[in-house]
């Protein structure tokens, strides 16, 4: 349900409580106002966390806004209180994201990445999975884990790949480079990198070419 269709059925239970003096309908209304402010606090979260991430490609040293974690975890409590799994799931990811990125704290960001993957699977949550993976194999990586970091980037690919993402899987494929060379394997990082290259290109992904083209000078 998008969040017009929200604010709309919680003014038709507002009617129907007016009107009818049905009380639960109140309690209803305000759980579905409840939804819409989780899915506001978590994209404004998100738009806090790509400007972050502009800065720094930019090769500026942004510091941390400090409304960012306290909108996650609004949205986590919010999503906990609803019942609702999937907002829970992409919560938790947003959260171990930010302590991840921003924080550079891998320890403290793995346990909400963790759950997070959890929550998605189980729920269904492609998108959110492939993300969790993918930052999973990220702390895998930077543990030395090489294994365990393919592995979870090679899954969070295929994941991906199902869902049409084409610019996330060529994101996917500079990790798994950087992971093949760290294995000594660099012709296969070299040929993972032009094949990203051609995904990259292909979308319009001007971005993750940047990166690939970085990638290439450190392989």
């Given at each position: 349900?998008?969040?017009d269709?929200?604010i709309e059925?919680?003014?038709?239970?507002?009617?129907?409580?007016v009107?009818?003096?049905?009380?639960?309908?109140?309690?209803?209304?305000?759980?579905?106002?409840?939804?819409?402010?989780?899915?506001?606090?978590?994209?404004?979260?998100?738009?806090?966390?790509?400007?972050?991430?502009?800065?720094?490609?930019?090769?500026?040293s942004?510091?941390?806004?400090?409304?960012?974690?306290?909108?996650?975890?609004?949205?986590?409590?919010?999503?906990?209180?609803?019942?609702?799994l999937?907002?829970?799931?992409?919560?938790l990811?947003?959260?171990?994201?930010?302590?991840?990125?921003?924080?550079?704290?891998?320890?403290?960001?793995?346990?909400?990445?963790?759950?997070?993957?959890?929550?998605?699977?189980?729920?269904?949550?492609?998108?959110?999975?492939?993300?969790?993976?993918?930052?999973?194999?990220?702390?895998?990586h930077t543990?030395?884990?090489?294994d365990?970091?393919?592995?979870?980037?090679?899954?969070s690919?295929?994941?991906?790949?199902?869902?049409?993402?084409?610019?996330?899987?060529?994101?996917?494929?500079?990790?798994?480079?950087?992971?093949?060379?760290?294995?000594?394997?660099?012709?296969?990082?070299?040929?993972?990198?032009?094949?990203?290259?051609?995904?990259?290109?292909?979308?319009?992904?001007?971005?993750?070419?940047?990166?690939?083209?970085?990638?290439?000078?450190?392989?």
């Open positions: 349900m998008s969040a269709d929200r059925r919680a003014r038709t239970l507002y009617e129907q409580a009107y009818n003096g049905d009380t639960d309908a109140l309690t209803e209304a305000e759980q579905t106002l409840d939804a819409v402010d989780a899915d506001a606090a978590l994209a404004r979260g998100r738009i806090l966390h790509t400007r972050f991430n502009l800065e720094r490609a930019a090769g500026r942004p510091a941390e806004d400090p409304a960012e974690l306290p909108l996650f975890e609004r949205a986590l409590e919010l999503y906990r209180e609803l019942g609702d999937r907002g829970e799931a992409e919560a990811f947003w959260i171990g994201c930010l302590h991840q990125v921003i924080r550079r704290d891998n320890e403290t960001a793995t346990p909400y990445l963790e759950q997070s993957r959890h929550l998605s699977a189980q729920t269904g949550d492609k998108p959110t999975e492939s993300e969790a993976l993918r930052h999973l194999g990220i702390a895998a543990a030395g884990h090489l365990e970091a393919r592995d979870h980037l090679e899954n690919t295929r994941l991906r790949q199902e869902l049409g993402a084409m610019p996330g899987v060529a994101s996917n494929m500079i990790g798994l480079a950087y992971i093949a060379a760290a294995q000594n394997r660099r012709p296969d990082a070299l040929t993972t990198l032009a094949e990203a290259h051609t995904i990259a290109q292909a979308h319009g992904a001007h971005a993750i070419v940047r990166h690939i083209e970085q990638a290439r000078t450190q392989i």
